[in-house]
Nanobody
Framework: QVQLVESGGGLVQPGGSLRLSCATS????????MGWYRQAPGNERELVAA???????NYADSVKGRFTISRDNAKNTVTLQKNSLKPEDTAVYYC?????????????????WGQGTQVTVSS
């Protein structure tokens, strides 16, 4: 069973920085994208940032210019550098690895998820 191991969450003051890291417990073949999602209390899980195997990056509008995602394809790791943090960034952050699989009906995506790491931005 593949696991995604996250690290780097915690408590930080507004304007501060945090770095989240995620690594897979073993190699996963055919990963099409890795990224980070977050879920605040009462809200649905939302995409924060993701990067494809080809290097294409997608950010949520709310974090553009403040967060930077990077990925090491060879090591199956993904890192999220978060700067200028705001209280509204408070959430549980989840690492995601999306695997392209072949099924009886054709290609489909399978998502692996980390256990989540709490990020709290408060003074």
């Amino acid at each position: 069973q593949v696991q995604l191991v996250e690290s780097g969450g915690g408590l930080v003051q507004p304007g501060g920085s945090l770095r989240l890291s995620c690594a897979t417990s073993r190699s996963i073949f055919s990963i099409s994208a890795m990224g980070w999602y977050r879920q605040a209390p009462g809200n649905e899980r939302e995409l924060v940032a993701a990067v494809t195997s080809g290097g294409r990056i997608n950010y949520a509008d709310s974090v553009k210019g403040r967060f930077t995602i990077s990925r090491d394809n060879a090591k199956n790791t993904v890192t999220l550098q978060k700067n200028s943090l705001k209280p509204e960034d408070t959430a549980v952050y989840y690492c995601n690895a999306r695997q392209r699989r072949i099924g009886t009906s054709g290609l489909y995506d399978y998502d692996y998820w980390g256990q989540g790491t709490q990020v709290t931005v408060s003074s």
